[in-house]
């Protein structure tokens, strides 16, 4: 299935606005049939979990200074999410596999 400019660029808002427009396109029947679309949906969800979960941690251990962190980690998501617009599979360490591995993308 060709990955049309519709798919990268739903991909490249799962990231964007993770989780969000992740779960909005899991409930949406003729995006999540597009396995590019789909892929990057749950990749960006789950990536949105661990990022939370780690900010939560590290604010925590640094007594509140951790928090500012956050904005360059968001960064990252910036990045996966031009990867994505440019119509590549992104990699993230562990993560992709881990949700290849459930059989979730």
Request: proline share 4%; with cysteine.
């Given at each position: 299935m060709e990955t049309t400019s519709d798919?990268?660029?739903?991909?490249?808002?799962?990231?964007?606005?993770a989780p969000l427009i992740g779960i909005i396109v899991?409930?949406?029947?003729?995006?999540?049939?597009?396995?590019?679309?789909?892929?990057?949906?749950?990749?960006s969800i789950a990536a949105s979990v661990v990022f939370w979960i780690i900010a939560t941690v590290w604010t925590t251990v640094t007594i509140g200074f951790g928090g500012l962190c956050?904005?360059?980690?968001?960064?990252?998501?910036?990045?996966?999410?031009?990867?994505?617009?440019?119509?590549?599979?992104?990699?993230?360490?562990m993560l992709t596999n881990f949700i290849k591995g459930q059989g979730w993308a």
């Amino acid at each position: 299935m060709e990955t049309t400019s519709d798919d990268k660029l739903w991909a490249a808002l799962s990231y964007v606005f993770a989780p969000l427009i992740g779960i909005i396109v899991l409930l949406m029947e003729e995006k999540k049939a597009r396995p590019f679309i789909k892929f990057h949906a749950v990749q960006s969800i789950a990536a949105s979990v661990v990022f939370w979960i780690i900010a939560t941690v590290w604010t925590t251990v640094t007594i509140g200074f951790g928090g500012l962190c956050v904005p360059l980690l968001w960064l990252v998501f910036l990045y996966w999410a031009y990867k994505a617009y440019q119509g590549e599979m992104v990699e993230i360490p562990m993560l992709t596999n881990f949700i290849k591995g459930q059989g979730w993308a």
